[in-house]
């Protein structure tokens, strides 16, 4: 069974940096790719960056490019999100999620079938 907790969401000044953590279980770490989505109340869920575990390949959403940097642990089965230059418009729940594919982008939520319960980022100017 793969369960997916993350972490390290918080509350933060606009400017300032958080990491969230994602702890995986329940799969074979190889071959799989983590991804981080986000979401706040009244909107879809959208995806923000991704890496498959095999190669670190990453892929990334436009509006985090250069402000957020995903990684792995991969003898602790951990997915971090590096997240710096905090904007209030990075304010939403987390989710991290994981799927069984490598993709030169981040997939819609409908074709993930895991996924975590969330941690709140909340950015404040």
């Known amino acids: 069974q793969v369960q997916l907790v993350e972490s390290g969401g918080g509350s933060v000044q606009a400017g300032g940096s958080l990491r969230l953590s994602c702890a995986a279980s329940?799969?074979?770490?190889?071959?799989?790719?983590v991804a981080w989505f986000r979401q706040v109340p009244g909107a879809e869920r959208e995806g923000v960056a991704s890496?498959?575990?095999?190669?670190?390949?990453?892929n990334y959403a436009a509006s985090v490019k250069d402000r957020f940097t995903v990684s792995q642990d991969r003898a602790n089965n951990m997915v971090y999100l590096q997240m710096d230059s905090l904007q209030r418009e990075d304010t939403a729940m987390y989710y991290c999620?994981?799927?069984?594919?490598?993709?030169?982008?981040?997939?819609?939520?409908?074709?993930?079938?895991?996924w975590g319960l969330g941690t709140q980022v909340t950015v404040s100017s």
């Open positions: 999620a994981v799927y069984s594919f490598k993709a030169g982008f981040i997939p819609l939520p409908s074709a993930i079938p895991y």
């Open positions: 329940g799969l074979i770490w190889s071959f799989y790719s």
């Open positions: 890496i498959y575990t095999a190669d670190n390949h990453s």
